[in-house]
């Protein structure tokens, strides 16, 4: 049995009772959220109604208890200034709960679960984005940043895994699950340029705490259709600021109500959010050269990646990128450099910065 366990609703009203003290007769639903290889349980309770989101981490990541307990303090930290999943507490009072089971072929294995409250809002639907939430994705963005830049985790600072800006090249050895060989020599262009031109610099930058994946699923909309909130620090680890904003540019291009028109506008958009808290990241680490190069690196690993999990899942919920991805990447790579330069400066004149074209 590998990490990928399921988990039924009558071991989640257990891990409930036994860890949170919330009894079986409290649950009124239990639902099964979409996800990559933790399972996330909306839970609704009576009488009231409340809400709540239990989290079981599969058992590979639980045996790294010192990441996961940064994780979640970094958590009740960042929530004081940003809206974001904050734990609750078990009956112990410790913001981490175990829970034991035997898998198929009997070992034993042992996960670490955490309840969060079920922060209100809606994730953003494709195609309906506007201009206004492209800004206030990169807002939430720059704010999260600015609150980060007063924490110290240091297990956190220096993970790398196949998903973070250091593993990129990690990503090639699955580059034959794209079957399109025209796809497929576009992947490799742009991993061989990020290993070999993107790289080296980016580990002269400073390491700072980044989120790592900060994709439609993992921000929330009020009731006003304002981005607000942030999700999901599973991916957080130490890197380059600027790798953190691609993510959201990245995904923010799958996203567009028309991809040919709106493509470097709403990414502009997004930049300007961003820079209005973080404007040295943004002056020195992010010509546009760089940023087009680190979206469609991000693309390219979230295209690949998906498909070699889907090989292994065959869960549709890892195609997500598929659908579009492939679309904008050739769209970002037809755009001049000039014509995203020009685009980008206009918005950002309002905040006193003008892009380079390249790092030199």
């Avoid at 099964?32 to 981490?57: C, H, S, W």
């Avoid at 303090?73 to 507490?89: N, W």
């Avoid at 959010?273 to 992010?286: E, I, L, Q, S, W």
Wanted: hydrophobic share 35%.
């Amino acid at each position: 049995m590998t990490e990928h366990d399921t988990t039924s609703i009558k071991d989640v009203e257990f891990v409930l009772e036994d860890q949170f003290g919330i009894s079986r007769d409290r649950v009124d639903s239990v639902k099964l959220l979409a996800g990559y290889d933790d399972q996330n349980f909306y839970v609704k309770l009576k009488p009231d109604g409340r809400e709540v989101l239990l989290k079981i981490t599969n058992w590979r990541d639980s045996e790294n208890v010192q990441l996961i307990g940064e994780m979640t303090e970094l958590m009740c930290q960042l929530g004081k200034s940003v809206p974001c999943s904050v734990p609750l507490q078990t009956k112990t009072g410790s913001p981490l709960g175990r829970y034991v089971y035997q898998d198929s072929e009997n070992h034993r294995r042992e996960c670490i679960v955490r309840l969060f409250n079920f922060l209100p809002g809606k994730i953003m639907t494709p195609g309906t984005i506007t201009r206004s939430q492209a800004f206030q994705w990169g807002d939430l963005l720059g704010r999260m940043h600015l609150a980060l830049d007063s924490m110290e985790f240091p297990t956190i600072s220096e993970r790398t895994f196949i998903w973070a800006w250091e593993g990129v090249p990690q990503v090639k050895r699955y580059l034959d699950v794209v079957s399109d060989q025209d796809r497929k020599d576009l992947a490799q262009h742009f991993f061989d340029k990020y290993e070999y031109e993107m790289l080296p610099r980016m580990r002269q930058l400073k390491r700072d705490l980044i989120h790592g994946d900060l994709n439609e699923r993992n921000v929330l909309t009020n009731a006003a259709g304002e981005v607000y909130a942030v999700l999901d620090f599973g991916d957080c680890h130490g890197g380059p600021r600027a790798w953190d904003l691609a993510l959201v540019l990245a995904y923010l291009s799958l996203m567009l109500p028309d991809i040919q028109r709106d493509l470097v506008n709403y990414l502009g958009d997004a930049i300007s959010g961003y820079a209005k808290h973080m404007p040295n990241v943004v002056r020195d680490t992010c010509d546009v050269e760089t940023l087009k190069t680190l979206i469609c690196t991000r693309l390219c690993q979230s295209l690949v990646l998906g498909l070699q999990s889907f090989k292994v899942k065959c869960d549709p919920y890892v195609l997500t990128t598929q659908k579009k991805g492939w679309f904008v990447l050739r769209q970002l790579h037809s755009e001049t450099r000039q014509n995203i330069t020009d685009v980008w400066n206009k918005l950002l004149k309002p905040y006193g910065m003008m892009l380079k074209e390249t790092a030199h």
